[in-house]
């Protein structure tokens, strides 16, 4: 079944199709540099104060690779945004609910929060992200601008994906081949951080062989420039780190969720059936299940699972 044309303004459009043609030429790898590139597009297509990206893990948290100053990973609200665009698995918007998701997390007046997806293991599509333009004046964004952020969501979401399908694919690979080099060297995290770390270092040995206060200035502002790239790429990095964990949480169920997380925090069966409101038997088949779908002892599934909560 053929799509429709997307309902946009020519200028939009316009915009949109030089996205496109510079979002693959030049941003498949550079992470920060795409999420700045996509905020300037979003702000040539309506007023964006601020633009934030979140790629999200578990059953709960979301984890800020881009507009915020602090990019850990946090528990979500389950009156928010985030909890909102899961939950329906589409764009948010602040008419849909007069406004309360968005006063749940911010003060901004207008918001649109548009979900990411990516095809899972079944064909289906599953949400991973989110990118959400927020603005101090009211009723700014309108369908031309929703469309359009939608259509750029979408095009993130498959940068993003096809170099996880290149990182899947390269792990095929067999590792340690006579002639390369060795895994540590090898690895992309240690090449990407000794490559930023001696850009710094330049950086300041300029600032100390210079001694003027403009140029010193100037530096600095580089330096402080590098480190948030750096904190918002690695911030991605880790989640990309080691995804077992939350493969393994994201296989139970709902009810076996809720079970793995007191398990996680040491809770004996007896107080998992009064913190859940349900049966010991229940609770005994809700373990046997997790436990199997883990293939591992109590204390370990508690260990996996808050590997996966700290990422």
Request: charged share 25%; aromatic share 6%.
């Amino acid at each position: 079944m053929s799509q429709l044309p997307l309902r946009v303004s020519t200028q939009t459009a316009a915009v949109l199709h030089e996205a496109h043609n510079t979002i693959t030429a030049r941003f498949a790898y550079d992470r920060y540099g795409l999420y700045e590139y996509v905020r300037v597009v979003a702000g040539r297509i309506a007023r964006v104060d601020a633009f934030h990206v979140g790629l999200l893990h578990g059953s709960n948290r979301v984890r800020f690779v881009y507009g915020h100053d602090d990019p850990v990973s946090r528990a979500y609200p389950p009156n928010g945004q985030v909890a909102w665009v899961v939950r329906h698995k589409q764009t948010y918007r602040v008419s849909y609910d007069a406004g309360a998701a968005l006063r749940a997390e911010s003060a901004a007046a207008d918001v649109v929060t548009v979900p990411l997806f990516r095809r899972d293991r079944t064909g289906g599509r599953r949400i991973f992200g989110m990118l959400s333009m927020y603005c101090s004046v009211p009723d700014v964004y309108d369908d031309n601008a929703v469309h359009a952020f939608e259509w750029l969501a979408g095009l993130v979401a498959r940068v993003l994906a096809r170099h996880q399908e290149d990182l899947d694919a390269l792990r095929l690979l067999p590792a340690d081949l006579p002639g390369l080099a060795s895994s540590s060297t090898r690895d992309p995290v240690v090449e990407y951080l000794a490559s930023r770390v001696a850009s710094l270092r330049r950086t300041a040995e300029d600032v100390l062989v210079g001694g003027e206060l403009t140029l010193a200035a100037a530096h600095l502002q580089q330096v402080v420039t590098s480190c948030v790239e750096i904190q918002s790429e690695l911030a991605e990095m880790s989640l990309r780190a080691d995804d077992g964990p939350e493969q393994r949480f994201l296989a139970l169920t709902p009810a076996e969720q809720r079970v793995a997380l007191l398990v996680a925090d040491g809770h004996t069966n007896q107080r998992l059936a009064q913190e859940l409101g349900i049966s010991a038997n229940t609770v005994k088949t809700h373990l046997k299940n997790i436990l199997r779908k883990y293939a591992m002892d109590r204390a370990q599934v508690a260990e996996d699972v808050q590997r996966h909560l700290v990422r």
